[in-house]
């Protein structure tokens, strides 16, 4: 017995939240729970001795009694309805003689679920109702004071009423907010998928162009390696070397972008561990990469340099190399001459060639990867990029960016 008490656990008692959620889950249920108390509580009342020459309790005022509470169970589904039976019993229970004051309580209850459920020119037709209801009960009871009824039918059924009301604004508030909540997590939801997708977007974006122009030049140091292996042992010495430089390059800078994936966007801020993003800074090494893979560079400037932000830079910096990638895929031997021009209110960068011994070269067909991806960045700055064949021959590649003051 005692090992039994010991193991044994007391059931906790119900809290106002489980009794709220089982309301919401259980409407009707509640609804039967409360008719019952009401009867109860009712039936209580009545057994006392009534003032006055009030008819003492007998079967029918049990039955009228029971019966006015049983109408508590459909409150919610027809609140009017039930306002409108409870009231006709409560009628009839004073009609026949009996204390009012037993299904008053009764009647208060359907009038707040009026009020809480209907608009106000509902809730003040079921007041007013209420109301005509008490000051015949006081009428029927032979009550001289008539003018204490009424002031308790105004007030009771005022206060009874500002309570409903209440309470029906703010289910109506709850259920606004409800949706506002709704909309800002598909709203949230819709954010970070477009988030995602421009990050893919940049991601590959960023592989292309790295990939793209290091692998341009280890093919056609590779080709130029093997074509004088035997013949040009030296050439073919330089020709690995550059190999071997792009690729590395290659690998830093994809080891750098997938570093960057995997570091929190909180521990990235400041001093950056893993090498700042590559800018107009490594132009000069762009360039002697071009050369060293056999396309003659020329670089000019005009205008005074400055510093451009960094995603400016950046985006400067993958439009030149994109366009130098498309020399060496294209034009062969062309000579090349990438134009620098600093205005005022904007940054020009220029890439021309001369077209070589080949045709004017192609970049790459209007949907490819490589001009989409130009256009694309420099849009994100609210810049352009215009891409053809020149006049006198060969292509030519313009990046306009808009600098801030």
Known sequence: ??????????????????????????????????????????????????????????????????????????????????????????CAYVTAGYWPVVNSAGALLTLYTVAS???????????????????????????????????????????????????????????????????????????????VVNERVRIARELHDVVAHHMSVVSVQAGLARYVLYSDPRTSHAALDTVLDSSGEALGEMRRLLTVLRVDPEESEGDDPHGSAVGLDHLDDLVNRVRRAGVPVDVVVVGAPRHLPSGLDLCAYRVIQEGLTNVLKHAGRASVTVTLRYEVDRFVAQVVDDGGKTTSIVPEAADGQGLVGMRERAGLYGGSVVAGPCPAGGFEVVLILPVPQ
Not at 25 to 42: E, G, I, W
Not at 120 to 125: E, I, K, S
Not at 134 to 159: E, P
């Open 1 to 90: 017995m005692g090992g039994r008490a010991g193991t044994s656990r007391a059931r906790p008692p119900l809290s106002s939240a489980r009794i709220s959620t089982l309301g919401e889950r259980h409407p009707l249920l509640l609804d039967a729970v409360l008719a019952a108390a009401t009867a109860v509580v009712s039936l209580a009342l009545a057994r006392q001795h009534p003032p006055g020459e009030w008819r003492l309790m007998d079967g029918l005022g049990v039955a009228l009694t029971c019966l006015a509470s049983l109408t508590l169970v459909a409150r919610r589904r027809a609140p009017m309805a039930v306002l409108l039976g409870y009231g006709a019993l409560w």
């Open 117 to 195: 459920l209907r608009p106000p020119r509902v809730t003040l037709a079921a007041a007013l109702l209420t109301a005509a209801i008490w000051v015949y009960a006081g009428l029927v009871g032979h009550s001289d004071a008539f003018l204490t009824i009424l002031g308790q039918s105004i007030v009771w059924t005022g206060v009874v009423s500002w309570f409903g009301s209440r309470a029906r604004l703010l289910a109506e508030r709850g259920r606004r907010l409800e949706r506002l909540t709704m909309l800002l997590r598909r709203d949230r939801e819709e954010r970070a998928r477009r988030a």
